[in-house]
């Protein structure tokens, strides 16, 4: 049971580059998530999804762009990677087929841009 | 771990004491909280959650208490162990969302 996968783990990006965040989730849960952790943050969402071909924005959806083509996988797009983007990026799933709202996380990836 | 920083509030306890991590929550119309804990280099994990219309729950070694009166949530952990050490996350949902908003955490330190 793979659960929730993130790629790449760890990531260094030059300013003004283009990089993609994977996320795969095996449970054909409806609901996809994107988070940022910074210091003194916590989590912030970026960008949600509640089905495939459905996204939204989030708190903090400046500079990125989501697609959900397949229900199993939300991949984040940082279009021209900017250094207040260095952070921990964590992926969510959640199934609105059960009763609890509990988002299941995804081990995060640790994005550095210089 | 990347996930924690210096500006956390902290929570420094002796293995086998009782902890309480509390939480301020900012919508009187949030209908469900969960709380989760985060170890370094991890993503979070489900501790336990708890609807509105209830003012405690219990899990294993975990009780939630919910006081909507002043909109408070905690989080008591029994016999604390040092594998609790971690971040500890609260997180509520607004009515009618599918989203959870989450607080900055409180870093709990278990002493051997």
């Known amino acids: 049971d793979a659960g929730i996968t993130q790629s790449p783990r760890y990531k260094i990006t030059e300013t003004g580059r283009q990089v993609t965040l994977m996320c795969h989730q095996t449970w054909s849960h409806s609901y996809m998530f994107w988070y940022r952790q910074d210091l003194g943050h916590g989590l912030r969402l970026i960008y949600y999804?509640?089905?495939?071909?459905?996204?939204d924005k989030g708190e903090v959806p400046d500079g990125y762009v989501v697609s959900r083509s397949k229900t199993e996988n939300f991949p984040l797009t940082l279009e021209s990677a900017t250094r207040s983007q260095t952070s921990v990026y964590f992926c969510?799933?959640?199934?609105?087929?059960?009763?609890?709202?509990?988002?299941?996380f995804g081990p995060g990836t640790r994005l550095t841009v210089t | 771990g990347e996930s924690v920083g210096l500006h956390l509030p902290t929570l420094s306890v002796q293995e086998g004491d009782n902890s309480i991590i509390n939480c301020a929550y900012s919508?009187?119309?949030?209908?469900?909280f969960i709380w989760y804990k985060q170890e370094s280099g991890k993503g979070p994990q489900f501790i336990i959650d708890i609807r509105s219309n209830m003012d405690k729950r219990q899990g294993q070694r975990v009780t939630v208490l919910l006081n909507k009166t002043v909109k408070h949530l905690s989080l008591q952990i029994a016999a604390t162990q040092p594998g609790d050490s971690a971040v500890y996350f609260c997180?509520?949902?607004?009515?009618?969302?599918?989203?959870?908003?989450f607080g900055t955490g409180t870093r709990l330190l278990v002493s051997p």
């Open positions: 919508n009187s119309a949030s209908d469900y």
């Open positions: 997180a509520e949902k607004n009515t009618g969302f599918q989203k959870l908003v």
């Open positions: 999804s509640a089905a495939a071909d459905i996204t």
């Open positions: 969510a799933s959640s199934d609105l087929r059960t009763v609890s709202y509990e988002q299941y």
